[in-house]
Structure formats: C-alpha cells, structure tokens
C-alpha cells in the first residue's frame, strides 16, 4: 500500500504512544507477535494497521479512554480510504498529495496569501498563466494535468458540506497581472462572486496596512474534524507541515491580527471591485 498523509500521520501517533509508555519497539512487537519490520511499516504508515492489532496496540498503550479509542479507530478507518488525488500520486510531489489530502479532510481552511490567488479562487485562465510562469516547478506538457487536479481540488467548495474558508489577500495579489489586466479582470470578478457563499470569507490586507503579521510569507492553516490543526509553509523547493501546539497558536494568532489589519469583508468586496474597474479601463486603453 502506497503511504498517504493519512497513513503516516496515524502511525506517528502509534510511534508517539508507544514513546510515551517507554515501550522499546522489540518489546512491542514481541508482546504483539509481530515482526519488528512490521511494527515499522505500522509507524511509518507503510501499512494498514487491523481493527484488531489497532485495539490491541492501544491497550497495550493505556488509552483506554472511549472517545481517544474511538478517535484513533476512525483515523485508521479515514487512512484505508483512497482519494481522488491518489491517481496522480506517482507523477505529483508527495508534499502535494499531502496537500491536497488536508483540503479535503478539512472543516476549516484559513489562507494568507500575499501576491497570488489561492488555487481553490483560481479561474483557468489565471491558472494556467500562474503555472507557466515557473516551468521550474512543473514542467509545460503537465499543464494541462495540473490544471485539471486544481479544477477537481476546487469541488470541494460545492460539497453538501464545504469546508469555511477564510482568505486574506493582499493588495499585491490583486494588481499583480498574472496573464494579463484581462485576466485578472476575469479573476477579480469570479473573487466577488465567491463573496456571495455562506461558506467562503475574502478578505483583502491593503498597502495601506503597513507591517502585518504576514510580512515572513503566505501559509495555510488546516481545522480537522478529529485531529489537531495543520499549518502549511510553502516555498520554493517543499512544503513544511507544522502540528505542534507551539507552531498552531503561532500561526493561528497571525492570522487573527491579519483579519483585524484587512479590510472587513464589505470593504474588501468595493476594493476588489475597484480593482478590477481601473484594470478594465487600462485593458480597454491599451487594446
């Protein structure tokens, strides 16, 4: 079985438990009639775990608290589930598959992004321009494959229960004409109509602000329904995902100060809108 962020996260936590009890993993495996390999591959998500060596390892561990056994049983039943994303796992970064996993599990998903779009935002047209502007990362004949994975990314706002999400942009990313003023007239305008959803809040951090919380970079918090939250980092060359309670409360407050210092979400609505009217008549001027 191929590891997925479910998988290694769930034998994290196992390896984590059975640090804390003092347990070596020889002993472990012998208590469990294992195969040392096997208690590995566990942790390290390698391998499906049984609802009954799960039980059993948790006993073996002193959780006997229902609703921490119930949670650890659901998480292994949530890591046997194969995604959508899988498909194109061995042609994709792991880091993004991860990504990709998060968004989908997510309740809550809260983004700052300084100077680009969020692709779950993104039109296809600024998709597109966005990609080929750093072939570095992927090569052009995969555009078409990546535009195609943001577009499925994007369904997730139009499930039955959507995750909230919550976006701060800065100015930057609205006047930085990726594609063309044409484009970002098109982007800007789909911006304002997602503004309408119950379940998505844009905001817009604007030069005026000063600086922000957000000065280091964008970064990605992630809500879970059983698990604790997730920050992404990007950059250049990876990804880096953060769950210790330290890092959380860090970003987390971050974002709560760049949701004070932008505009409210009615002002940012006339912003966008503004925006896209002075882009519009450039792109009639230059025509």
Request: hydrophobic fraction near 40%; include cysteine; glycine fraction near 6%.
């Amino acid at each position: 079985m191929a590891s997925t962020f479910r998988s290694r996260r769930l034998g994290a936590e196992l390896r984590q438990l059975r640090e804390d009890t003092g347990l070596s993993a020889e002993a472990v495996a012998k208590q469990m009639e294992f195969s040392r390999p096997k208690l590995s591959r566990i942790e390290a998500g390698e391998v499906r775990v049984s609802q009954n060596d799960l039980k059993a390892l948790l006993h073996l561990y002193g959780v006997d608290d229902d609703a921490r056994r119930t949670r650890f049983i659901e998480s292994a039943r949530d890591a046997r589930k194969r995604g959508w994303w899988q498909t194109y796992a061995d042609s994709l970064p792991r880091e993004y598959t991860d990504y990709i996993a998060l968004e989908a599990d997510a309740t809550d998903i809260r983004t700052f992004q300084p100077i680009l779009i969020p692709g779950l935002l993104q039109t296809e047209r600024y998709m597109r321009a966005a990609i080929r502007a750093n072939p570095a990362i992927m090569p052009p004949a995969d555009v078409d494959k990546l535009v195609r994975i943001r577009f499925e990314r994007q369904t997730i706002l139009g499930r039955d229960q959507p995750p909230r999400l919550w976006a701060i942009l800065g100015e930057a990313a609205l006047r930085q004409t990726v594609g063309g003023a044409d484009v970002m007239v098109e982007q800007i305008r789909h911006l304002e109509k997602l503004t309408a959803s119950q379940h998505i809040v844009i905001q817009v951090l604007p030069y005026s602000a000063g600086a922000h919380a957000g000065l280091t970079g964008p970064f990605v918090c992630f809500s879970l329904p059983r698990d604790p939250d997730i920050v992404c980092v990007e950059n250049m060359t990876g990804t880096l995902y953060m769950d210790r309670a330290g890092e959380r409360q860090g970003y987390n407050s971050a974002f709560d100060h760049l949701r004070a210092a932008a505009d409210n979400p009615a002002d940012s609505l006339v912003r966008m809108q503004g925006v896209a009217e002075e882009m519009q008549k450039y792109w009639k001027d230059t025509r």
